[in-house]
C-alpha cells in the first residue's frame, strides 16, 4: 500500500484483520513515502505510487507471496468499484487470487472509464490526444523506458493504479529491470503527479506486453470478484437502474427545494413494479418519487445479491 503521513490506514486492520497474518494469509506491507523512520519507505518521495510499487517489488523480489495487490490508502474512492460500493476494503476481501495467478496482472477497476477501450494514441497528435498530458510524456520518453521495444499504437487500461500481480509474473521480469526503472522516476525531471500518471498507463504493458487490456466489465467483477450477473445484458440493466435513481433523488432534491412545496400524499403501494414508479410525470408528488427509488432500490439490492450468490462456489457432499 502506498501512503502518506497524513493517510488514514486504520481501516486496514479494522476490516481486514481476519485475513491478515497471523490469522490469515495476507502479508500487509504498507509504504509510507513522506517518513524516512516508517519501516517500509521509498528510498526518495518522488513519482507517488509508482515509486513505492517498484520499491515493494524491489524489496521483497526473493519473498513474494502468490498474489502481490497494489493499492491506495483510502477506502473510500470514486475509482474503486461501484458495485462494491467504492470500498476498497471489500475488493481485497473478494478478489479472487486464482485468477490472478492465471492471467498474472488483473487490474482491479472493473470499470472502463477512464481508461478504455482505446486510451492513449500514442503515435497521434489529435485535440483529444492533446488533452491527455500523460500521451505526449510516455511518447517523448517511450525509448527512455522501453529502449528495445517499439512503442505500441495505443495503451489502454482501466484508471487508476491499483492492481494484483502474481508471484510468476513479477519474476518473469529480471530485479534489474525493476530497479532501472525505479531509477528513472527518481532522475526524470517530471512532476510527481506526471511521472506517476506516465505508469498509471503503462502497468499493463510492464506485466503483459499488451498495450490494451480492458476486459468486459461484467467478467471482470464474475472472474475477479465473484460477482456474477446472468450475463452482460443484466449487468446493464443494474446500471441502468442505478443512473434511474440518481435521476429520481435529483428530482425529489429539486422538488424539496421550492418554496412553498407542498407534499402530496401518493396512493402509489410500496410493491408496486419500479418499472411502473420511474415512469412518473412532472407532476408527480415527493411521495410517488420515494416510492420509486424505494422499489429501485430493492431490484438493484435484489440483482446484486444474486450476482454475489452466483459468483460463489458450489460445494458438493456425498
Given at each position: 500500500m502506498a501512503s502518506t503521513k497524513s493517510s488514514s490506514i486504520g481501516w486496514v486492520d479494522e476490516e481486514l484483520k481476519d485475513l491478515l497474518e497471523p490469522d490469515g494469509l495476507f502479508r500487509k506491507?504498507?509504504?509510507?513515502?513522506?517518513?524516512?523512520?516508517?519501516?517500509?519507505?521509498?528510498?526518495?518521495?518522488?513519482?507517488?505510487?509508482?515509486?513505492?510499487?517498484?520499491?515493494?517489488?524491489?524489496?521483497?523480489?526473493d519473498n513474494l507471496a502468490d498474489v502481490s495487490i497494489f493499492v491506495h490508502p483510502d477506502r473510500w474512492a470514486w475509482h474503486n468499484n461501484e458495485l462494491m460500493d467504492n470500498d476498497l476494503a471489500g475488493m481485497i476481501r473478494y478478489?479472487?487470487?486464482?485468477?490472478?495467478?492465471?492471467?498474472?496482472?488483473?487490474?482491479?477497476?472493473?470499470?472502463w472509464v477512464p481508461g478504455c477501450p482505446d486510451w492513449l494514441f500514442l503515435h497521434q497528435d489529435t485535440a483529444e490526444n492533446i488533452q491527455k498530458n500523460e500521451r505526449k510524456q510516455i511518447s517523448e520518453r517511450w525509448s527512455e523506458?522501453?529502449?528495445?521495444?517499439?512503442?505500441?499504437?495505443?495503451?489502454?487500461?482501466?484508471?487508476?493504479?491499483?492492481?494484483?500481480?502474481?508471484?510468476?509474473?513479477?519474476?518473469?521480469i529480471p530485479k534489474q529491470r525493476y530497479v532501472y526503472l525505479r531509477t528513472w522516476i527518481l532522475r526524470t525531471p517530471l512532476q510527481d503527479y506526471?511521472?506517476?500518471?506516465?505508469?498509471?498507463?503503462?502497468?499493463?504493458?510492464?506485466?503483459?506486453?499488451?498495450g490494451v487490456v480492458c476486459p468486459t466489465m461484467h467478467t471482470c467483477y464474475c472472474e475477479g470478484f465473484g460477482i456474477c450477473f446472468?450475463?452482460?445484458?443484466?449487468?446493464?440493466?443494474?446500471?441502468?437502474?442505478?443512473?434511474?435513481?440518481?435521476?429520481?433523488?435529483?428530482?425529489?432534491r429539486k422538488l424539496r427545494g421550492k418554496p412553498g412545496q407542498e407534499v402530496a400524499k401518493s396512493d402509489k403501494s410500496d410493491k408496486a413494479s419500479h418499472k411502473a414508479l420511474v415512469e412518473l410525470?412532472?407532476?408527480?408528488?415527493?411521495?410517488?418519487?420515494?416510492?420509486?427509488?424505494t422499489a429501485l432500490k430493492s431490484e438493484m439490492q435484489r440483482l446484486r445479491d444474486e450476482a454475489f450468490l452466483r459468483g460463489r462456489p458450489v460445494h458438493h457432499y456425498y
Open positions: 506491507a504498507l509504504y509510507v513515502a513522506d517518513d524516512r523512520n516508517a519501516p517500509l519507505h521509498p528510498t526518495r518521495n518522488k513519482g507517488n505510487e509508482a515509486n513505492i510499487y517498484l520499491s515493494y517489488i524491489i524489496d521483497h523480489y478478489l479472487k487470487p486464482e485468477t490472478v495467478v492465471r492471467d498474472g496482472y488483473m487490474n482491479l477497476r472493473c470499470h523506458l522501453f529502449p528495445l521495444d517499439e512503442m505500441p499504437q495505443v495503451l489502454s487500461q482501466p484508471c487508476c493504479a491499483q492492481f494484483a500481480v502474481s508471484r510468476d509474473r513479477i519474476l518473469a506526471h511521472s506517476g500518471r506516465v505508469f498509471e498507463y503503462l502497468w499493463q504493458y510492464i506485466f503483459t506486453g499488451n446472468d450475463g452482460e445484458e443484466q449487468f446493464d440493466k443494474w446500471f441502468e437502474l442505478r443512473y434511474q435513481k440518481a435521476e429520481m433523488e435529483s428530482r425529489m410525470g412532472k407532476d408527480a408528488s415527493v411521495d410517488d418519487m420515494q416510492a420509486a427509488v
